[in-house]
């Protein structure tokens, strides 16, 4: 006679076993359009509090009067530098906010709730010659449309130490939080509400209109930026996952990142630019706000 199931030893390795999630669907998520643009509204505000706070705080220990902080801020290339380095907390903080959501504060997964993994036969390396491809038809229209100087320019140049922290907050933090909110949260929720062709459209239009402030008036690089989301948004209703437009936005930005970077010693490979306007305060702010986003 055999030993009875009862007794017998458990096995091992079944506590090793990957557990599937229960209920986990990116395209009918554990949140709403409610909760959705709450974040991607809130994700403002951080940026705004953040700044202020290191603006200020700036401010005081350089004792500069009140009524010259706003010519100071958008003039000093220190206040420029604290204001750039304040988008990498205010992204931080944002992401907790998406936690909170999408795991309804740890019932659900995070990452598989998003629908981090690779679908529609996409790869890593076919996500980089796709990024690339895409960086390629910007420069040419770039090429074609002119290079006008935009207001993020001039913030980039305004300091070797704003030029690198924008490369990496463009790299490293951008692209996640982008694609957190715009093609998981946002797209995810208004794809329940509307189906996926109105929430590609919707988010096409919002990642497009937050870009437009910053790269004004260089209508190539706008033209670019539209491309970009429609092709990252078009991959997340294709494929119901995130990875992929991840991947494409970290290549897209990476590249273009090392090209701040090393700027200086590659400015002759780049269409030279015409000078634009110099901007004002709100336009000023407008550019610092968008760019958490880029």
């Not at 006679?1 to 076993?17: H, I, N, Q, V």
């Not at 780049?270 to 709100?282: D, F, M, S």
Request: contains cysteine; proline residues 8%.
């Amino acid at each position: 006679m055999g030993t009875p199931l009862e007794t017998l030893p458990p096995d091992p390795s079944a506590s090793f076993a990957p557990v599937e999630p229960v209920g986990v669907n990116p395209d009918n998520p554990p949140w709403g359009l409610g909760g959705a643009l709450g974040v991607w509204l809130l994700s403002f505000v951080l940026m705004v509090v953040v700044q202020l706070v290191f603006l200020v705080g700036l401010a005081m220990y350089r004792h500069i009067a009140l009524a010259a902080l706003t010519d100071w801020a958008i003039s000093d290339a220190e206040a420029i530098f604290f204001q750039i380095v304040s988008i990498i907390p205010a992204h931080a903080l944002t992401l907790g906010l998406a936690w909170l959501l999408v795991t309804r504060v740890g019932k659900y997964p995070f990452f598989p709730t998003l629908g981090w993994d690779w679908g529609g036969g996409l790869t890593f390396w076919r996500c980089v010659i796709l990024a690339v491809a895409l960086l390629a038809t910007g420069t040419l229209i770039i090429k074609l449309t002119g290079n006008p100087e935009t207001a993020l320019d001039r913030l980039i140049e305004s300091s070797r130490a704003a030029a690198l922290t924008t490369a990496f907050a463009a790299t490293f933090t951008a692209p996640l939080v982008e694609e957190v909110i715009y093609r998981g949260l946002l797209y995810s929720a208004l794809r329940r509400l509307v189906g996926a062709g109105w929430a590609v459209s919707i988010v096409l239009v919002l990642f497009a209109a937050i870009h437009v402030p910053q790269y004004w008036p260089n209508v190539g690089v706008i033209v670019t930026i539209i491309v970009l989301s429609f092709v990252l948004t078009a991959l997340r209703a294709r494929t119901g996952r995130l990875l992929p437009c991840f991947v494409v936005h970290l290549v897209f930005n990476g590249i273009q990142s090392f090209f701040i970077a090393f700027g200086p010693y590659l400015d002759p490979l780049w269409p030279e630019k015409t000078p634009a306007p110099a901007p004002g305060v709100l336009l000023h702010v407008v550019t610092l706000l968008a760019r958490a986003f880029h």
